[in-house]
């Protein structure tokens, strides 16, 4: 099984995946990606609406 890797950036700040992500393909792969940046959005949107 493929390991995806996926590092952030946030204001300049680089956040490497170090570890990595065993999925199926690179279908699963985008999947992971959205989700991951939903939950993302979902934690910085309290910040940006005050």
Known sequence: MP???FD???TGQVFPDLKG???PDLEA???EAV???VEITKDKLPQLVR
């Open 3 to 5: 390991r995806f890797f």
């Open 8 to 10: 952030f950036t946030d």
């Open 21 to 23: 992500t065993d999925l």
């Open 29 to 31: 792969a985008k999947e």
């Open 35 to 37: 989700r991951a940046l």
